[in-house]
């Protein structure tokens, strides 16, 4: 076997890849984060190949995904850091639950100058299902961490290469769960091979670095929430969590950024009470376009849960995401 070099760092985070069910046939009542990042390693057949012979795993976390949280947040950021400063590092791949992939590779994106390539990936079925998705999806990231010119924050599932910025779990059970909306994917991998439909997403320069030194050196992680804009809303939510003393609120409006005639009235009384609040849609597809006079600032182009994260950064001191 021909040595790379460069080696690949696996960061193990938890999640169905590595959940474990008590009958190989049960793909939804299993226990996630169970299964240790060097077993996982281990039992994919072909991996230290397909990673070009240097190999090392590191236990970050084992939560399910769902769980996820600033703690975990901060120590993974401050792994993958380290690994991407290393000169013997040629890429980082993360094993994660597929619950809230898309917000921790939205979170490494702003906050690492990811010059390597940092593929995420997970599975919809645990490590002891008959048919597990998991290692196929691990050798998926190896192809991808290897791949020339690959860089950035990026997400591989069910053979698929998606952007941090787009992608979204748009599936609760099958195991292609994943889509980049409008963007479309990345690309694909086959067969070992990365077809790209699009460019590697440009050098990303860790807009939101200082932010994450912040929290790094103790400064506590602002209180964000998300209200969804419905027929029939109030503004009782949004006023208790103003008594409540949240900083930023991030609405889930509909359509173009369209907000409930009750909620909007809390959300301008929140602002004036200086809290942050911004605008997405609930809509699967597209972005608000902006409109004269809107009372209430937009997150452009982000998902809510993405929205979410750009504002607590913010808060923090980071500029607005581009
Ligand atoms: N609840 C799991 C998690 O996000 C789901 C999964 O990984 O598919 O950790």
Redesign the pocket.
């Known amino acids: 076997m021909q040595v790379d070099t460069q080696k690949i760092v696996v960061l193990g985070t938890?999640?169905?890849?590595a959940?474990r069910a008590q009958a190989a046939g049960d793909n939804v009542g299993y226990v996630?984060?169970e299964v240790g990042v060097q077993a996982l390693v281990d039992a994919v057949p072909g991996l230290a190949q397909a990673a070009g012979g240097a190999l090392a795993a590191e236990q970050v976390a084992q939560?399910?995904?769902?769980?996820?949280d600033g703690a975990v947040w901060l120590a993974l950021a401050q792994r993958v850091q380290a690994h991407l400063g290393d000169p013997a590092v040629r890429a980082v791949v993360v094993t994660?639950?597929?619950?809230?992939?898309e917000e921790t590779a939205w979170f490494l994106h702003c906050v690492l100058a990811a010059h390597k390539p940092v593929v995420l990936t997970?599975?919809?079925?645990p490590a002891t299902a008959v048919t597990p998705d998991g290692p196929q999806n691990l050798l998926d990231a190896m192809a991808v961490a290897r791949a020339p010119g690959a860089r950035g924050v990026l997400v591989v599932c069910a053979g698929a290469l998606h952007g941090a910025r787009a992608v979204q779990k748009v599936h609760p059970y099958r195991v292609d769960?994943f889509a980049s909306g409008e963007a479309g994917p990345l690309g694909w991998v086959e067969e070992g091979q990365v077809r790209l439909a699009q460019d590697w997403p440009s050098a990303p320069d860790g807009w939101a670095q200082a932010a994450l030194e912040k929290i790094a050196n103790g400064a506590p992680w602002p209180r964000v929430e998300i209200l969804t804009s419905h027929a029939g809303a109030t503004g009782a939510v949004a006023d208790a969590l103003v008594r409540d003393g949240v900083q930023g609120l991030v609405v889930a409006a509909t359509g173009n950024g369209t907000v409930h005639h009750a909620l909007e009235a809390a959300l301008l009384r929140a602002q004036q009470a200086g809290v942050a609040v911004r605008l997405t849609t609930r809509c699967a597809l597209g972005q608000v376009v902006p409109r004269a006079g809107a009372p209430l600032p937009l997150a452009r182009g982000l998902s809510p849960v993405k929205a979410r994260i750009a504002l607590l950064l913010e808060l923090l001191g980071a500029p607005a995401p581009q």
Do not use: E, P
């Open positions: 938890g999640g169905t890849i959940g996630a984060g939560i399910d995904s769902k769980d996820m994660h639950g597929t619950d809230t992939v997970c599975a919809m079925r769960a």
